[in-house]
């Protein structure tokens, strides 16, 4: 008796110290859901994190979402039951809210059970019942809260364009200077920056060589983190340059950084300049527009309007041309016979001395 009394606090104990350890070595990360400017028909999305100090072993996420007044507005992206992977210490996964449009102003609360085992225990073993809790507080309100964080900055090198793409009808379009900008919308309304302006120096700093503005921004959704681009034309050549940028919220600078960026000869970036197929559909275009003006040009036999046009417009210059010639065959004419009469007078002159 004693034995077996002993054999069972023996299990026990070390029933409860692994029950402990696992304990400890599962946890998430941030532990709740919460946003105070949820908009009605709005979409809201959180990355929870769940960690474990040691990945030897496949294990088997279960979900379940305790909120009555709202758990058909929450969804998880991997679905309520999936797998944390042996060697992964850190699965995301995201908590997804959906607010209907009808949806009454108030604050909501509840929250998600996070619950683990082994992938292969079955439903009812002492390990599925390892988890966390991740505490729902959203609050739906009719204000709006327009704002945003820039995450950070780039400029990609860029490569001179060859013929024809240099020329200007396409050089305006796709030889552009583009900064990349990570942006969160920590607002609850679609945002993006009022203003991005450029301005690129060169390596010495000593000389502006451009300043362009793009107002023309990409929104980015609520809650949403998005790499929006800013683009401006440019003619310069290849070549080391600074560039000064501002990033504006209606009249505040709300980033001011320098980044430098290369611009290489044409074939000299990996990879070359992807423009994709719309300069090939553009160069088309327009040879089909040349061909097809020129074939209504003949076929509606425009070219004798348009000599008739180009006879009357220079009908006065032949009226002056005429003219003109006229007075030079005049001033012609008078001046051979002052010729004639100066030699007249001259053989005159020549025989009264002849005879003296």
Partial sequence: ??????????????????????????????????SDKILPGSHYEQKINLLRSSAEEDLKAEISINAPEISSWISIDKGETFNLPKGELRVPMIVRVDV??????????????????????????????????????????????????????????????????NWPVFSWLFYRIKIGMNIENTGN??????????????????????????????KIDPFEVKTVVATFPTKLKAGQYWGKIKIYKNEEIVRDDKVAFTIVPPGSLPGGTKLGPWPWLMLFGLIILALFIIWVLIKVKIWKYIFKMIYFICRPL???????????????????????????????????????
């Fill in 1 to 34: 008796m004693n034995r077996k009394l002993l054999l069972i606090l023996t299990f026990a104990i070390i029933f409860s110290l692994w029950t402990n350890q696992a304990q400890a070595g599962f946890g998430i990360s941030p532990p709740y859901v919460k």
């Fill in 318 to 356: 032949i009226f002056i041309g005429k003219k003109i010639g006229a007075l030079f065959k005049g001033l012609k004419y008078k001046f051979w016979r002052w010729m004639h009469k100066k030699a007249s007078n001259y053989s005159d002159e020549i025989e009264f001395n002849k005879k003296k």
């Fill in 100 to 165: 209907p449009s009808d949806a009454a102003i108030g604050r909501y609360t509840g929250y998600i059970n996070a619950r683990i085992a082994p992938a292969s225990d079955t439903k009812g073993g002492v390990a599925i019942a390892l988890g966390a809790r991740i505490d729902i507080d959203l609050n739906v309100t009719k204000d709006t809260f327009p704002d945003f964080l820039i995450r950070s900055i780039s400029i990609p090198d860029l490569e001179e364009l060859k013929a024809p793409w």
């Fill in 189 to 218: 309304v679609k945002i993006a920056p009022s203003k991005v302006h450029l301005d690129v120096w060169d390596l010495n700093e000593k000389v502006l060589l451009q300043a362009n503005d793009d107002k023309s921004i990409e």
